[in-house]
């Protein structure tokens, strides 16, 4: 099965045909490495057992990662922080090993050069890219790839992410006021007007628990006035969510200049520079605008809702998600309430 030529490279190269199997050609540099690399691949044919990797000795990381980004990617929502990821990974050597070659100590190395000054979730979700565009090539892309993974014994970093970060009455309100006062100003730093919408979106948020990416999508057509309903479409999860809306939240929209959507930002990145700039000025350290959807649903289960009342506006699936990651209840919230606990009848 095996013919072997001598190339004029000085090389010896292999082609080997089999009823049944493709044609499997490979050079090497002596004779006798290229017999028994010839003889191992005969008998794993005669075994049943051969699998042509010519594929992957032919395709590197960086070409799965150029192809899932091109053809996958605009798909996906986050599509923008994720082709940014990508470019970023391009710039290291773990990119340009076949798959053949790749293995557990090159995708560590690559960790540990990405370590600097990232979060362990950060750090995680890069490996974690990697990794499913590996699976993405065996399972669709129909590449042969080794059996063991080289991802397999990378060990993943450990996350606790958990924001314990809540707000009180006072800085809520200082954070709105402060919100009013800022000004859009033009390349010349000259004032051009006000960011209105801003204190708006604050309130907005405190409202109904909502997103940022589902404020700003929130369009005329999807509320009632009447009904005091809105229905946010495309969230996170996928699916369209109705939530109630509270008389505060009918003046929000009410009070926004007419056009397709309630509120017009440029992009979320100006979005985050005013409002960082409202926080510094109400003196509240380390607040995002996400954190206002942990307020917010806070108020909503002291104020006496049920919590699956509150997680049908807020959207979780599940009760557990909703009381680890977003109440936020507080040792002094429940003063008021200890106090009702009747222990004994006098």
Not at 105 to 128: L, Q, W
Request: positive net charge.
């Amino acid at each position: 099965m095996a013919t072997f030529r001598q190339l004029r490279s000085g090389k010896t190269q292999v082609i080997i045909r089999k009823k049944n199997y493709p044609k499997i050609t490979r050079s090497f540099l002596t004779r006798t490495t290229a017999k028994r690399w010839a003889r191992l691949i005969e008998t794993q044919m005669d075994n049943r057992v051969f699998e042509d990797l010519s594929g992957a000795e032919g395709t590197t990381l960086k070409d799965l990662l150029i192809k899932y980004r091109d053809e996958i990617v605009p798909t996906l929502k986050s599509k923008v922080t994720l082709t940014y990821k990508i470019n970023y990974t391009l710039k290291f050597k773990v990119c340009y090993y076949n798959l053949l070659e790749l293995n557990t100590s090159h995708i560590n190395e690559f960790k540990k050069d990405i370590s600097v000054g990232r979060a362990p979730k950060t750090i995680n979700g890069y490996i974690n890219t990697l990794k499913h565009v590996w699976e993405l090539a065996r399972t669709t892309w129909g590449i042969s790839l080794p059996p063991q993974s080289p991802f397999a014994l990378v060990p993943m970093e450990k996350v606790n992410n958990l924001r314990d970060i809540t707000l009180t009455d006072e800085e809520f309100l200082r954070l709105v006021e402060e919100a009013d006062k800022i000004e859009i100003r033009d390349k010349h730093q000259k004032v051009i007007g006000k960011a209105n919408w801003l204190p708006d979106m604050i309130i907005f948020a405190a409202c109904t628990a909502a997103r940022y990416s589902e404020i700003t999508n929130l369009k005329r057509s999807d509320v009632d006035f009447n009904k005091r309903i809105a229905t946010l479409r495309d969230t996170k999860n996928g699916e369209d969510r109705t939530i109630p809306l509270s008389t505060e939240a009918i003046k929000v929209l009410k009070r926004q200049p007419f056009g397709e959507r309630f509120f017009y930002v440029k992009s979320r990145d100006l979005f985050k520079h005013y409002f960082n700039r409202a926080r510094c000025n109400a003196r509240i350290p380390a607040f995002r605008f996400h954190d206002i959807r942990s307020h917010a649903i806070r108020k909503m289960l002291l104020s006496g809702m049920q919590p699956i009342e509150v997680a049908r506006i807020s959207g979780h699936k599940t009760l557990a998600v909703l009381h680890r990651r977003y109440s936020r209840l507080q040792p002094e919230d429940l003063i008021m309430k200890v106090d009702n606990v009747v222990l004994l009848k006098r």
